[in-house]
């Protein structure tokens, strides 16, 4: 934490801090005494929001008088009444002292917190870090190589170091109960009932479970429906890092009741670094085949398709793909986060339920297509500076940052490679950012941009990820149906406002329930060039209409796409329900204007 910065991040929110530029608008200052601490006059300047519901602090700053105003100390805590999940309390305490620079550098921080599931303060989680700093080098400058951050490892006897080392190096000496840290951790592992509990709490909450070296899962995809398939059932899982750290394999065989058909799923993977493939950094390579089906323009983000609450869908939903294809997939990432993904791919669509492939031949008669073959090669870079990462074993998800993520795609077909049918380049480039607004929350904000060149059918347009369930899809437009747009080309750009509780904690009732509220915007411009349009080339593919003879699949004009949402998040601390509202191609069949649709995710 650092003290100087307009805005504190702490539990996953962003406070205003008490010395920012803006800070005597939201907080109250008072002089409450003057204290002596080494030798050194200091006044004790106490703090407390002027709205006791907005995301603040409150405490006491310690400050010089020998005319620097320095900050020589600090006590936070996280004001009562804020809205952040599972939280009873928090302090945070730092000491400064002034180095031979005559600037003041933090020695030490002590952060201690409890938390849990509910506000009863009897019960729950204590969590104490405290960190000694000493030694400081200022004006002095390093080698630049010191900074390459693909340069920094720790060797392996940084991590096995005895206890006459820690006592001859450490900057504080260990209390009694910190020095039992690792054995009282060691021990509650080792009991059967945590294992147990833990084992059962990963299942519900991660869908994985346990056995050993082989997870089972994921359980929310053991069984769906849909019109194609009928009753689909599903049964697979994954290897862990205790059958080897090199080595890991993922399957899963399906089958659909109606369709009568086996689909399945296979994948090895080769880890060139000692550690688990979830780990950062990643370096390995897999190979994998898949046979199964999908909706074209289909795009969930952390869940599974084969999801029993996604099965239900609102509107026409009979137009499937069946999909096989084979991949094989490097992946590199480097310490200072910039990764990349070559990889290649070969596929065979074919259409099932009302879906279907049809051109017209060189006499004019209208055909039917079985199959589109299509072979391509991708490259994929990513850069994502500063990112961290939630680790688990065999998992890993990363931390909202300030920083950007920034990739681009590449990908090119090849004609008669492998059977492929088409030759076409495509480009892809995407902006990922979190804007923290202090007490107003935040936003995460996604631009996109996409072009292809050459001429292919449509599946292998872009088509716009469609969401026709009644859970609320972050990254997909909730209220466009599903092949309802395609494009060679396109621009777009996605809001998602959330207000952390700013209008609704000044509200007793809602306060009290800890609501908060949501926002959303997102538009997609784009447009289908003359030689992608079926209407123009009668070889190509033709957009597939419903039964009475309707169009159902548009290029985009001139006008974009626009929707948007404005919600409820943290009911029962779970729960986001969004009211989606769009805004153009109104008179397209079978489109709501409205929609309400919810979100599981959990909130902190």
């Known amino acids: 934490m650092d003290i100087y910065n307009n805005d504190i991040f702490l539990v996953g929110t962003n406070f205003l801090s008490p010395i920012s530029v803006t800070a005597p608008t939201f907080y109250k200052f008072f002089i409450t005494d003057t204290v002596v601490v080494n030798n050194q006059k200091l006044i004790e300047l106490s703090f407390t929001p002027r ?10 700053l310690y400050i010089t008088q020998d005319g620097n105003y320095a900050v020589e100390g600090d006590l936070l805590t996280v004001n009562k009444h804020v809205n952040v999940n599972f939280l009873n309390y928090m302090q945070v305490k730092q000491e400064f002292a002034q180095n031979p620079d005559g ?11 409890n938390f849990a599931l509910t506000q009863n303060r009897t019960g729950g989680l204590f969590g104490l870090r405290e960190i000694v700093y000493g030694d400081y080098l200022v004006n002095k400058p390093r080698p630049d190589s010191l900074y390459q951050h693909n340069d920094l490892s720790a060797s392996d006897s940084a991590m096995n170091r005895n206890d006459a080392f ?3 190096n450490r900057l504080d000496s260990l209390t009694t109960a910190e020095s039992r840290t690792y054995k009282n951790t060691d021990s509650l592992r080792n009991l059967k009932s945590f294992q147990r509990t833990l084992d059962w709490l990963t299942f519900l909450l991660a869908g994985y479970k346990n056995e050993g070296w082989f997870e089972i899962g994921p359980s929310n995809a053991f069984y769906s429906f849909n019109p194609i398939e009928g009753s689909k059932f599903r049964f697979g899982g994954r290897t862990t890092p205790e059958l080897s750290k090199r080595y890991y394999f993922e399957n899963y065989l399906a089958y659909g009741t109606t369709d009568k058909k086996f689909k399945g799923f296979l994948s090895a993977t080769y880890s060139f670094s000692d550690k688990s493939i979830y780990q950062f950094p990643q370096n390995y390579i897999r190979a994998d085949v898949q046979y199964d089906t999908f909706i074209p323009g289909e795009n969930f983000q952390f869940v599974n398709e084969d999801n029993l609450l996604l099965s239900f869908k609102r509107g026409n939903n009979t137009k499937y793909l069946y999909d096989l294809n084979y991949r094989l997939n490097y992946i590199h990432e480097y310490e200072n986060h910039f990764s990349y993904n070559i990889g290649f791919q070969t596929e065979n669509l074919s259409p099932a339920g009302s879906l279907y492939f049809q051109n017209y031949d060189n006499n004019g008669q209208l055909q039917n297509i079985h199959n589109l073959l299509s072979a391509d090669l991708s490259l994929s870079v990513r850069y994502a500076p500063g990112e961290q ?5 065999i998992y890993r998800y990363p931390v909202p940052s300030r920083h950007p993520v920034l990739s681009f795609d590449y990908d090119e077909g090849f004609k008669n490679l492998l059977n492929g049918q088409y030759s076409w380049q495509k480009l892809h480039a995407r902006i990922d950012k979190r804007f923290f607004f202090s007490f107003l929350g935040y936003a995460d904000v996604t631009t996109e941009a996409g072009h292809l060149f050459g001429q292919v059918p449509y599946p292998l347009l872009d088509i716009f990820h469609a969401n026709q369930t009644y859970s609320y899809q972050v990254y997909s437009y909730n209220l466009m149906n599903f092949l309802e747009f395609t494009a060679d080309h396109y621009e777009s ?10 209008f609704f904690n000044k509200i007793p ?3 009290k329930l800890k609501w908060r509220e949501t926002a959303s915007f997102k538009v997609i411009y784009g447009g289908l060039s003359d030689q992608n349009n079926p209407s123009i080339h009668p070889s190509l593919f033709q957009f597939p209409v419903s039964a ?3 169009p159902i699949t548009y290029g985009l004009g001139k006008t974009p796409y626009m929707e948007g949402s404005v919600g409820i998040e943290n009911i029962f601390k ?10 153009t191609y109104l008179d397209h069949p079978d489109v709501a204007k409205w929609g309400i649709r919810t979100l599981v995710q959990l909130s902190f």
Do not use: C
């Open 166 to 168: 820690w006592k001859q």
């Open 509 to 511: 009732l809602l306060k």
């Open 574 to 583: 779970f729960v986001r329900v969004d009211l989606v509202h769009r805004f």
């Open 103 to 113: 600037r003041y550098h933090v020695s030490k921080s002590t952060i201690l917190a």
């Open 51 to 60: 709205n006791t519901t907005d995301q603040l602090l409150e405490g006491k």
């Open 389 to 393: 990462f939630y680790q688990g074993k």
């Open 548 to 550: 009475n003879g309707q």
């Open 493 to 502: 750009i996605s809001i998602d406002q959330h207000f952390q509780g700013f």
